[in-house]
């Protein structure tokens, strides 16, 4: 066992031991729900996975491949050619890993700012100033009944078509028009 602990704590394999620590850290953190880590790492060729999931496999494999190469050799130059080696290796094996986890990997969530610039169907009796509802198809097909509100003296019937223009996070509501593409 202390061969082991020898190997993590020697060059190269104790600048990954220290990261692995941080990963496992990290997902106690993520386990007990205090954080989450969404970004995507596109710049290394490692998209479509949270970058929680694409670090912690790219640390583990580097960690793991500077401790097998740095059991076999002895001298610092050698072992600094294993680390490059390593880094380099856990890179490429983790691009193949990523590529099936990205079908396991949830789609971006919807913003209520997606339905900007969609065209939508007024299903209340009036919408106006300070009172109405609409309903908007998404880009996914479904559909949404939001509220919805003119400005200036435009009032829209049931049944009329508009262009949603805006979104007030404040209030919770479109923005509509008359869509003029439509007769």
Same mark, same amino acid.
């Given at each position: 066992m202390s061969d082991f602990i020898d190997a993590t704590l =020697?060059?190269?394999a104790v600048i990954f031991t220290f990261l692995l620590v941080v990963v496992i850290g990290y997902w106690i953190v993520v386990v007990t729900g205090l954080t989450h880590l969404d970004e995507d790492l596109a710049w290394l060729g490692l998209s479509g996975v949270p970058a929680g999931v694409t670090l912690s496999l790219l640390i =583990? #494999?580097?960690?793991?491949?500077s401790l097998a190469g740095g059991t076999f050799v002895d001298s610092t130059p #050698?072992?600094?050619g294993v680390l490059v080696l390593a880094v380099a290796a856990s890179w490429f094996v983790t691009?193949?890993?990523v590529k099936p986890l990205r079908r396991l990997a949830p789609a971006a969530s919807p913003s209520r700012h997606? $339905?900007?610039g969609l065209p939508?169907?007024?299903r209340t009796g009036l919408a106006g100033n300070s009172f109405g509802q609409a309903e908007v198809t998404a880009a996914d097909g479904s559909t949404a009944v939001v509220q919805v509100r003119t400005t200036g003296a435009d009032v829209l019937k049931r049944g009329d078509k508009a262009l949603i223009f805006d979104y007030d996070a404040g209030g919770e $509501? +479109? +923005?509509v028009m008359p869509d003029e593409r439509v007769s």
């Open positions: =020697a060059f190269p =583990a #494999l580097a960690w793991f491949f #050698l072992r600094v691009k193949l890993l997606d $339905f900007v939508c169907v007024v $509501f +479109y +923005y």
